[in-house]
């Protein structure tokens, strides 16, 4: 009896001790396009806390997101405050946002993707913002997001007057490929052509604009059609890769370069808000806006609709690949929607409607990146501003933008197996081997 008691009341102040609370990342480590699943346990039932992630860009500015949460006995998923609400597994990613004090005009884009972000996730007593002070954290874990996977190679390409990164997945090859073309903010932005190689395609991004070791001023385009023709004859050239099965994905204006000079031997084709005609950009400056300057530019454009449309429908018309076009119904830098339809009706009259696939997504905006990447609704062009630097109005609301690019990622990565890469069944490998 006395042994049994002893043993009962040290039970009962065991279980009267509860565990510190625990935060944990499952997997702490992933690739971008990947859900990393937050879990806090040990916490007291109908208990408030908020989650905080925070991370540095590679220019070392600092984005972050919170949430505030109520813990219960069956655990909860639900978020009752903070950058976000309501059950979104990703929501401390996707909602990220530069923080207080950090320099307007941001977009995070990374720069290095040999390199993860790590975010620094933390568990904090009761609904605070983490720009409180003080705030007490209960508990905390890192978790590492990476666009290249190991065995991933990235090649800086200097040669016949190319200017770009190839990205080769790992294993032998020959691999199914994509020529990477971004918009008219210039440079060289490696990471989605780094997660494509990621995914089991070489990808060559490619830079037209805005890079120092192309010719010419910075912020003029002095390539041709043979730049952007010699882009793709590299790819289709290159030992690792399949030559029939090379495709392009082009964002805004790069997309509409690909359409205009590139039209042969490609066997897929994604457009992400094509910058084609009906563009409506505005412009803001951080003292001062000129409605005049707005006024010529839409002038401007609309004698190059005029000089354009008809080259660019002729070259639709000619086309023989199935096209994918994402668009974003909130996309304020370029008329997606009316694009896409001008796109599908010319195509339909030529008798191609069944090459045309169009995603379509209220509240997205202009940015439709890899999944889980944080939206941008204005930003300025460049990394570092100088005085009276244009900021571009992309648009998007972040939890509609958010889920478009979730499924917009999906859908081009199946887009791209279904016309680059077609499995055999096994039936055919069977005559295949029988033949041999």
Known sequence: ?????????????????????????????????????????????????????????????????????????????????????????????????PAPGERDGLRLRKKCVESPYTVHISLLEGHVSPNQEPVKELAAVTAER????????????????????LFIPPGPGPFPAMLDMWGMGGGLPEYRSSLFASRGYASFCLAYVGHKDLP???????????????????????????????????????????????NESVFAWIHVNILLFFVNCFFMYPKAFSFMTLLSLKHILCILQILMKPLVLMQLEEITCPLMFVVGED???????????????????????????????????????????PMSRASFWAVKPKKREMMTLWGGHPAPHAAAQEDAWKKMLEFMELNLRPKLTASVLHVKAKRQ
């Open 1 to 97: 009896f006395n042994l049994w008691a002893v043993r009962a009341v040290r039970a009962v102040r065991v279980s009267s001790i509860r565990p510190a609370p625990l935060l944990t990342a499952t997997p702490v480590r992933t690739l971008v396009d990947e859900q990393t699943c937050i879990k806090a346990s040990f916490l007291p039932s109908n208990h408030p806390v908020t989650v905080c992630a925070r991370m540095r860009s590679d220019e070392g500015d600092l984005w972050q997101s919170f949430a505030h949460y109520n813990s219960n006995s069956r655990g909860t998923d639900l978020s009752v405050g903070g950058s976000y609400s309501g059950c979104e597994p990703m929501g401390l990613f996707w909602s990220m946002q």
């Open 146 to 165: 990476w666009y290249m996977a190991p065995g991933v190679k990235r090649q800086e390409i200097r040669q016949n007057g190319l200017v770009g990164t």
């Open 216 to 262: 010419g001023p910075p912020n003029t385009i002095n390539v041709g059609d043979s730049y952007f023709q010699a882009a793709f004859q590299f790819l289709q050239d290159h030992s690792h890769i399949a030559a029939d099965k090379v495709g392009i994905v082009g964002l805004s204006y790069g997309s509409f370069l690909s359409l205009a000079d590139l």
């Open 331 to 373: 996309d304020m830098s370029a008329s997606s929607i009316e694009n896409a339809d001008l796109i599908e009706e010319t195509l339909r009259a030529a008798g191609k409607s069944h090459l045309f696939t169009r995603l379509s997504y209220p509240g997205a905006g202009h940015l439709i990146e890899p999944p889980y990447s």
